[in-house]
């Protein structure tokens, strides 16, 4: 027991001092206190359960929809839309959002504004972007992990993808497009636009949505999912290029070849219209537009024109610039639009790729497939978690794995995919891209080129590499031109590392465009080649010389003699700079769809092994190859 009497007088007293009781009064006052207290506290959570604020955090925890209707909660849809007239649009800080009343007065959607994007790039701690690390396979349902934040949930379920689809005479193209929608986690956040290049006999690429019949409400059900509100009002637009294009200039992309190069170009610099087929005024543009996101795109253009005025500040992204990238007034709202011109105005996939990408209105995502493709099940969310997992600014791409008609789902269960790492050097000098097997990998694998046939990533990439309408014809070179030029302009280039996009590949009964390909056609395809390899300063493989002056035999095996050194490849470029500046079709606009300023494409040859030091080998079918490190390299990460 502890001895009091060492403790000092002082401390005594207060530990000897007998406890006094509480009166009645005092003990009844203190209890008025705490009483008062409660009421108080629960009176502000009664506040912040009523508040716009809370409104907002209710909205967040709605993970699958960007609507709210009356139905659900009169009391607060009444809050939310505060007796606003039905049909109207406003911008609302205190939500951080743009809300969209529908014309019947019972639906109110919700877009994010525009300053806060549904995309990501690896903010946060180094390594963060590896907790994403996963394998979905294809017929697995996507499940958010239970530690993702609201922002990453509200970017898996909501943000926006546009898809470039380019088809000829492809009788699968209305099957990709549905296949595209009723496979998708969340199909209110995809955007189409399609280029049909087909006869007036050939089925719509849009015959699928159920745009025959609209007070069905199948086109709703089909851009919206199965639980969207009949409020959710569709329409059909029917649309020239003047008025898509409008107030932009028309540019005939033939009339062009014949005005004299501007020497002063630069990177900088960009047409001052938009380059257009020169059968343009025979063309259809159909628009499948939502009324909601018709009054909000509406909103946001006038608010672009407003802020247009004022130097450097604009509500839309931008990239090289220029009237290319400038979103349309016309196609306010379209949740898909196609370009419909007949089969013999055909000028390959470049050209439509192209084309499509005059639809895209500042959507978060860019995919672009193929008109004969299917798709894996939630294959949107999949696709946003591989870009929330890579550390570079980077876009998902590869040869897809297959599948054949009526066999949708033939290589569900395949348990590798194609990495593009290798690459042959055809006769004319043109990098031909190649693959390989690899297993399915937890996170996308670092490559060094892009399959046309499936792209996907911040939709940024496309900004800063516009699609290039100076290509008519052109199929080999196309992959390895824009795959340079992605990659000079900062963005990497990644393989997906699991299945979530397929492709029919054989297609025995399909119209091709190169089967109706006139002489003159073709002979422009060769300047198209020829554009290509300048673009991207080829040179022939120095081992071809050494061949030819027996330093090296024909399968690449040296002899006894020095080798002499190669000289740069700048000293012998396959289409010199004299050749091009003589040849409108080559240097055309050549600086705006060339390579970009962040790296050199000299330093991609050495990225993807396709320099002179790499290229040493031959394939099984006798061609120069390079990117054997590359696919090494590749399968190490794995």
């Known amino acids: 027991m502890r001895d009091y009497s060492q403790v000092p007088s002082v401390l005594k007293r207060p530990l000897r001092m007998p406890r006094r009781r509480l009166s009645v009064r005092r003990r009844q006052a203190i209890l008025a206190v705490i009483a008062i207290l409660c009421l108080c506290v629960l009176s502000f ?5 009523t508040s716009p604020v809370n409104e907002h955090r209710k909205f967040s925890d709605i993970p699958s929809k960007p609507w709210f209707t009356a139905e659900e909660n009169a009391t607060r849809f009444a809050q939310v839309v505060q007796g606003r007239t039905p049909g109207t649009t406003w911008r609302d800080a205190t939500f951080n959002m743009i809300l969209s009343l529908s014309k019947s ?29 996963s394998i979905y396979r294809p017929g697995d349902r996507y499940h958010v992990p239970a530690w993702a934040t609201p922002a990453d949930r509200a970017t898996l379920h909501h943000a926006s993808i ?22 998708s986690a969340s199909p209110h956040r995809l955007y189409v636009g399609v280029s049909e290049e087909r006869r007036s006999s050939d089925a719509s690429c849009l015959s699928r949505l159920g745009m025959d019949d609209l007070e069905s409400g199948e086109t709703r059900r089909v851009l919206y999912g199965a639980e969207a509100p009949a409020s959710l009002g569709v329409e059909v637009r029917t649309l020239t290029w003047a008025d898509v294009l409008a107030p932009r200039r028309l540019l005939d992309v033939d009339a062009v070849l014949s005005t004299p190069a501007v020497s002063a170009e630069g990177i900088g610099v960009e047409p001052d219209g938009v380059f257009v087929h020169p059968a343009h005024a025979a063309e259809r543009v159909l628009c499948v537009a939502g009324e909601l996101e018709t009054a909000r795109d509406t909103l946001l253009t006038g608010e672009e024109d407003a802020k247009s005025a004022i130097a450097g500040q ?3 992204r931008k990239g090289r610039g220029g009237p290319q990238q400038q979103p349309s007034r016309a196609l306010a709202g379209c949740r898909v639009t196609t370009r419909v011109t007949d089969a013999s105005h055909a000028r390959g996939p470049t050209f439509g790729r192209y084309i499509t990408s005059l639809f895209f209105f500042n959507q978060d995502y860019f995919m672009v497939v193929d008109s004969h493709t299917r798709f894996s099940v939630d294959w949107d969310m999949k696709l946003i978690t591989r870009v929330f997992q890579l550390p570079t600014r980077g876009v998902l791409s590869n040869y897809p794995n297959g599948y054949r008609e009526g066999h949708d789902r033939e290589e569900f269960e395949k348990t590798d995919v194609m990495f593009m790492c290798t690459a042959q050097v055809l006769s004319n000098g043109m990098p031909k891209l190649g693959a390989r097997w690899m297993p399915l990998s937890p996170r996308p694998v670092l490559q060094g080129f892009a399959a046309a046939g499936f792209m996907f990533g911040d939709a940024q990439f496309t900004l800063d590499t516009p699609f290039d309408p100076f290509l008519p014809y052109m199929f080999d070179g196309e992959e390895v031109l824009y795959s340079a030029r992605m990659w000079t302009a900062g963005w990497d280039l990644y393989g997906p590392g699991q299945p979530d996009v397929f492709h029919h590949y054989s297609r025995p009964n399909t119209p091709k465009y190169f089967g109706i390909m006139t002489p003159k056609e073709a002979a422009r395809r060769l300047l198209s080649e020829k554009r290509t390899l300048y673009l991207l300063r080829r040179a022939q493989p120095w081992i071809e010389e050494l061949v030819h002056r027996g330093y090296v035999s024909p399968n690449g095996q040296s002899t006894l003699k020095p080798l002499p050194s190669a000289p740069p490849p700048e000293t012998r470029l396959i289409v010199t700079d004299e050749v091009a500046s003589a040849t409108r079709e080559i240097n055309v606009w050549s600086k705006y769809y060339g390579m970009g300023a962040e790296r050199s494409v000299s330093s991609y040859w050495q990225h993807t092994e396709l320099s002179d030091e790499f290229v040493k080998t031959k394939d099984n079918e006798n061609r120069w190859m390079g990117g054997i490190g590359l696919c090494e390299k590749g399968a190490a990460l794995m």
């Open 45 to 49: 959570m009664y506040f912040l359960s």
């Open 105 to 133: 007065g019972d639906t109110v959607y919700m877009t994010p504004t525009n300053y806060t994007r549904y995309r990501r790039t690896t903010d946060g701690n180094p390594g963060d972007f590896r907790k994403w690390e």
């Open 162 to 183: 546009f898809v470039s689809l380019a088809s000829f005479r492809d009788h699968e193209c209305a099957l990709t497009l549905r296949n595209l929608f009723d496979m």
């Open 314 to 316: 604009s509500v839309f």
